[in-house]
């Protein structure tokens, strides 16, 4: 899962509404627009990260991934820490065959927002599927799930289907040691 990056209430009148601009332009899939909105608040506002993160989306859709990526290592030199730039960063280490350096990022999102419902999803999709970690992804899915005001039914399915593996992965160890439990 993937969203635009947002940035604090707080910013100056026409950065906000510049954002606004971008992030709707992004959602409606004028990635032109939206790119050379992105583009501007940068020159105006090269300290805010997040119109980094969001130029790094357009870039990613586009199959530009090193540019997506030294927009994402721009916006993490402004902030280490930034939970949708180490979120973004996850999702395209984890396209490029990078599995452990996309876990970390996705932990140093939650890191800083414990219960930042796309890093939870995006990590426990890595622990899951690229990594066969069942119970680290389990326990993601369920944060993920704990995260939201209303369940995710596709992930729900999954966790039932997690619970049901692990079980049947730990009644098989417990059978190989000769404990019938």
Request: hydrophobic share 45%; charged share 30%.
């Amino acid at each position: 899962m993937r969203g635009p990056a947002g940035e604090p209430a707080d910013l100056p009148g026409d950065a906000l509404s510049s954002h606004s601009a971008a992030v709707e332009a992004m959602q409606s899939g004028d990635d032109a627009a939206a790119l050379a909105e992105l583009e501007r608040l940068i020159a105006a506002y090269p300290e805010l990260p997040g119109p980094r993160v969001n130029a790094a989306i357009l870039h990613r859709r586009a199959g530009r991934i090193d540019a997506a990526r030294e927009s994402l290592e721009r916006a993490l030199a402004i902030d280490p820490d930034h939970p949708e730039a180490n979120n973004e960063l996850g999702i395209l280490l984890r396209e490029i065959g990078e599995f452990d350096a996309a876990e970390a990022a996705y932990r140093r999102a939650l890191a800083r927002r414990p219960d930042y419902a796309l890093a939870l999803y995006n990590l426990g999709v890595l622990l899951d599927v690229y990594l066969r970690r069942p119970t680290d992804a389990l326990e993601c899915y369920e944060a993920y799930q704990a995260a939201l005001p209303e369940p995710d039914e596709r992930v729900s399915r999954w966790i039932v289907d997690l619970r049901r593996r692990i079980g049947a992965d730990d009644a098989a160890a417990r059978l190989a040691r000769g404990d019938r439990g």
